[in-house]
């Protein structure tokens, strides 16, 4: 199993930007379909942003579309999720996940990393 782990969390003001990374060890991450995914106290975890095993396809939520990117490196071992022009309802515990080769579900989770975004 990959072992995740995210970091780039942090606080930042209305407008700004942070860069999360997440970085895979145990296994190639270019057998896993890639994902960010949010949390918050108040709401389920939810999908923001996804990533095919090569790359080439990408998913965005709407809430986050024009705003946030997501890529990877898979000689690396990273994905990387850039956000741009953070929003307050930004604020979350962001999350990195994997989906390996033939799986309905995302089953490989990092600890997760905390986005506060001030108004």
């Known amino acids: 199993q990959v072992q995740l782990e995210e970091s780039g969390g942090g606080l930042v003001q209305a407008g700004g930007s942070l860069r999360l990374s997440c970085a895979a060890s145990?296994?190639?991450?270019?057998?896993?379909?890639m994902a960010w995914f949010r949390q918050t106290p108040e709401k389920e975890r939810e999908i923001v942003v996804g990533?095919?095993?090569?790359?080439?396809?990408?998913y965005y939520a709407d809430s986050v579309k024009g705003r946030f990117t997501i890529s990877r490196d898979n000689a690396k071992n990273t994905v990387t999720l850039q956000m741009n022009s953070l929003k307050p309802e930004d604020t979350a515990v962001y999350f990195c996940?994997?989906?390996?080769?033939?799986?309905?579900?995302?089953?490989?989770w990092g600890q997760g990393t905390q986005v506060t975004v001030s108004s």
């Open positions: 145990g296994r190639t991450l270019s057998n896993y379909a």
């Open positions: 990533i095919s095993r090569n790359g080439v396809s990408t």
């Open positions: 996940a994997g989906r390996i080769t033939g799986s309905a579900s995302y089953d490989a």
